[in-house]
């Protein structure tokens, strides 16, 4: 709700021109560098590791259905 008071935060300050830089230089994208340091932190996995493979889920009867992923993807189109 108040921008201004976030952003004049001095740590925030610091932290904006860093990811600044890091974009300025081309080495990565600051927003990648960042995910990473957050994916560290929280322990983030792969979905294979909560969800299986698809050949563990066919496996276990929980196959992908086709028909509904056409149903569900229409990408807004009326084709």
């Not at 990648?32 to 009867?61: C, H, N």
């Not at 992923?69 to 189109?77: A, F, I, P, Q, R």
């Amino acid at each position: 709700a108040f921008p201004i008071a976030f952003l004049s935060n001095p740590l925030v300050y610091v932290l904006l021109r860093w990811c600044l830089f890091l974009e300025a230089t081309g080495i990565c994208a600051a927003a990648w560098f960042l995910a990473m340091i957050q994916k560290s932190i929280m322990g983030f996995q792969y979905d294979e590791v909560y969800i299986g493979t698809p050949e563990e889920r066919a496996a276990g009867k929980h196959a992908d259905d086709p028909e509904a992923v056409d149903k569900l993807m229409h990408m807004g189109t009326n084709v």
